[in-house]
């Protein structure tokens, strides 16, 4: 089993046609074919994170999307801001989050607190 640390977007592209192919033939865990798509998959995966990182959304994007997920409307976001005006001035970026409305929102709509402080 021939397997180095990704340093190249050549390295890179190998790893990924090399999972590919592992991917098709579906190997069992425990298996040499299912260690090595276990390892390679770690390896493209830290490569991605490294040179491809994903910004966190922004809290309004997140609470937008939220409510889209569950078809909420600003009048069903009142428990988590206040009255409807204030919601609005939330939505809008005209007022911002109070430490209340990110645990409201972080233990209610599960939305990450990290992404809500941010």
């Known amino acids: 089993m021939d397997i180095r ?11 990924l046609a ?3 192919a592992l991917v098709d033939i579906d190997p069992a865990p425990g298996t040499p074919e299912g260690d090595r798509l276990e390892i390679m998959a770690t390896l493209i995966e830290r490569y991605e994170a490294d040179h491809f990182p994903l910004e966190h959304p922004d809290a309004i ?21 206040g ?11 005209k007022r911002g989050l109070s430490l209340a ?18």
């Open 61 to 81: 994007e997140a609470i937008r999307f939220r409510m889209e997920q569950g078809g909420l409307t600003a009048r069903d976001m009142q428990p988590y801001f």
């Open 5 to 15: 640390p990704l340093h190249t977007e050549e390295d890179y592209q190998a790893a």
């Open 18 to 20: 090399d999972v590919s």
């Open 83 to 93: 009255n409807l005006n204030r919601v609005y001035e939330v939505l809008n970026r």
């Open 101 to 118: 409305m990110i645990r409201r929102l972080n233990q209610e709509l599960k939305i990450p607190a990290d992404v809500l402080i941010g």
